[in-house]
């Protein structure tokens, strides 16, 4: 293979086109949300592993953080949604995120 059938590191730095897509929410709440970048990824399970295990909670908390895109929401404001909303649209919006970031196949996600 020549050297010209690979991506250049410009064309790398482009980056890659991060998918959105709307959401409805129980009560026909609408709201947008994104995949993650490979650095939100990073940041997502960053310091989150401790001696007493892992905090699912923190995790959540920043995939929801970083991938609602509307309305866009800080740590804080998410935990305060998070305590108020049904179980079941917090984890369709986490699954939807997982999906769109390539984290999870749209088949998998029912094993989550």
Known sequence: MSE???A???ELLKGDEIPEEDLILPGDRKI???GLSAFERKLTYKN???DEGTDL???ETRI???GIVQPKMTEAQVEKWCKNALSGAVELVTNK???LSG???EADKSDL
Request: hydrophobic letters at 40%; a positive charge.
């Open 4 to 6: 010209s059938e690979y």
């Open 8 to 10: 250049s590191f410009e």
């Open 32 to 34: 947008r949300v994104k």
């Open 48 to 50: 989150v592993v401790t």
């Open 57 to 59: 909670t923190t995790i």
């Open 64 to 66: 929801h953080k970083y």
């Open 97 to 99: 995120i997982r999906v």
């Open 103 to 105: 984290m999870v196949d």
